[in-house]
């Protein structure tokens, strides 16, 4: 099951904010959920990277190296340690003022995790929209239907 499925999202944001520490079966859960390019053929030199940071226990790391990866036109932002916790912002635009800027923001005691949760939650954002805006009509038609004019031209 993907991220992209409506229960994922707060359900992979709730499992990061309870973690107190990373493990190589957090890391990859998160990417079996979170990750399409991941598991893409196109890539192995860079997914390899990935699982090598993986199992070499290099946590802060295989997180910048999937935002690289998955999310290539979003960017660190920040990141700021206040009062024993981590942040993380990523953004599409890093120049512009924080004002002006829409970032996604992380945060947790841990600095992976906190670089971890700004991914979640900008995975979250570029997810297609499962439903449309606005109901759709219905597709079928009753054999039974006829269209009738019903103008006035007298």
Known sequence: MSLLSENHPVDLADRLRDTYTVTAEFISDIILQACRR????????????????????AWTDAAL?????ELPQWQIRRL????????AALSHQRELPDWLDEAVEGHHADLSLAILSAFVEARRHE??????NVP???HHVNS???PVLVDNFA
């Open 80 to 87: 700021a340690y206040d009062n024993g916790e981590w942040r």
């Open 127 to 132: 997810a297609p929209p499962t439903r449309p």
């Open 144 to 146: 039974l239907y006829e």
């Open 65 to 69: 190296a999937l935002i690289d990866l």
């Open 38 to 57: 991941c598991a893409a053929k196109g890539s192995a030199g860079e997914t390899a990277r990935v699982h090598h940071l993986i199992k070499s226990g």
């Open 136 to 138: 759709a009509a219905p």
